[in-house]
Nanobody
Framework: QVQLVESGGSLVQAGGSLRLSCAAP????????MAWFRQAPPTEREFVAR????????YYSESVKGRFTLSRANGKPTLYLDMNNLIPEDTAVYYC?????????????????WGQGTQVTVSS
């Protein structure tokens, strides 16, 4: 089973910045669209951002637009999520996902893969 590996989550103060990383197998990174989701109990998992496998298009939820930046590394099979101006509402477990395609709402289609998640906590 393919496993994506997230890293970079930590405790940060409001207004700070953080970079999350997602390492993926080479063939997955090259041929799959990728995305980040987050979940903060008791709420349901929500879409954060996604990027096409070519890296030519990115999409963001309204809550993070203008503050988060998604990118695909060129030298290694790694997806980055650069988070700036963090607020307490960003506190959640962040999950990386890779899929052949995503719906208009940002949900992954069949054949997707997930990471184990990384905790981001933003203090006020």
């Amino acid at each position: 089973q393919v496993q994506l590996v997230e890293s970079g989550g930590s405790l940060v103060q409001a207004g700070g910045s953080l970079r999350l990383s997602c390492a993926a197998p080479g063939p997955i990174f090259t041929n799959y669209d990728m995305a980040w989701f987050r979940q903060a109990p008791p709420t349901e998992r929500e879409f954060v951002a996604r990027i096409t496998f070519r890296g030519d298009n990115t999409y963001y939820s309204e809550s993070v637009k203008g503050r988060f930046t998604l990118s695909r590394a060129n030298g290694k099979p790694t997806l980055y999520l650069d988070m700036n101006n963090l607020i307490p509402e960003d506190t959640a477990v962040y999950y990386c996902n890779a899929a052949p395609y995503y719906s208009d709402r940002g949900e992954p289609g069949p054949g997707d893969y997930w990471g184990q998640g990384t905790q981001v906590t933003v203090s006020s």
